[in-house]
């Protein structure tokens, strides 16, 4: 794990390799089925030494609805967790989850060739835990198990535009 970290482009916009607590990081591979194929999806949780950010990364072989690779930093403290940067296919966007931005309502709002995307500004680390069951209250277990738990124990939601991407 440390030599795919150590040498992904992707993952050195979200953090640097010597600042994971590798014991720590947890990898599940899922297989999905996506237009008549199987797909592999890496889904990496990364805990960072500080002990206040993880990283989710989730990794796909071919593109799944345009996205290749997919990141998210957050910085957690006690029970709650906020979203501090969204990474996908190759951009970074940092975000202030202090004030949890909205910069739109609609796709709309975004203008030519550009999506809103919506995202957890906070979640409740204990009822994602709670909702996920095995992982406890490991958060990087919870990041790359329990999607699905984050986005039901979310607090707060914000938006941003994004400019479409060219696929492959």
Known sequence: MFFKLATSRDFWKLAKPWDVDYS?????????DYNGEKVTMLAIGI???DRKHV???YEFSKPVRGIKIWGVEYSYQGDTANIRAVYLNGKLKKLDSESCS?????DSDCGFLSDCHWYCCKFDIIKAAEC?????DNIACILTWCAY???ESCQQWGSYCEGWTPGP
């Open 102 to 106: 909205q910069e739109c309502q609609s």
């Open 47 to 49: 805990p960072l030494k």
């Open 24 to 32: 720590h990081v947890k990898v599940v591979k899922h297989t999905i």
């Open 55 to 57: 990283i989710a990364l």
């Open 149 to 151: 738990c984050v986005y």
């Open 132 to 136: 996920c069951g095995i992982c406890g």
